[in-house]
């Protein structure tokens, strides 16, 4: 089995800076894609970032120019750095992989993991 666990979550200010992190542990020799995703109260789960083992990178518009995805592969994290935050940023902040080979011989599975989520208030 997988688990994520993100950390980084917190109060801000608008105009503020945040730094999420995600790390996976279990059975992981490597993991294809990692992101984030965002729920706001009331409001479905949407995408933030994604990042894929080959460093190509996916953002919705809407963070574009302000949040940065990176990963350390060796350790199987992922971050989100944030700035310039808006109230409309606020919510709940979930750590996303697929895409994982338990070891070097295994094909990657088809299934997807979350973590528990981690929750950014932005204040105006």
């Known amino acids: 089995q997988v688990q994520l666990v993100e950390s980084g979550g917190g109060l801000v200010q608008a105009g503020g800076s945040l730094r999420l992190s995600c790390a996976a542990s279990?059975?992981?020799?490597?993991?294809?894609?990692m992101g984030w995703y965002h729920q706001a109260p009331g409001k479905q789960r949407e995408l933030v970032a994604t990042?894929?083992?080959?460093?190509?990178?996916n953002y919705v518009d809407s963070v574009k120019g302000r949040f940065t995805i990176s990963r350390d592969n060796a350790k199987n994290t992922v971050y989100l750095q944030m700035n310039s935050l808006k109230p409309e940023d606020t919510a709940t902040y979930y750590c996303?992989?697929?895409?994982?080979?338990?070891?070097?011989?295994?094909?990657?599975?088809?299934?997807?993991?979350w973590g528990k989520g981690t929750l950014v208030t932005v204040s105006s």
């Open positions: 990042m894929s083992s080959n460093g190509s990178t």
């Open positions: 996303n992989a697929r895409g994982i080979r338990a070891s070097w011989w295994a094909s990657p599975g088809s299934g997807e993991y």
């Open positions: 279990g059975r992981i020799f490597s993991i294809n894609v």
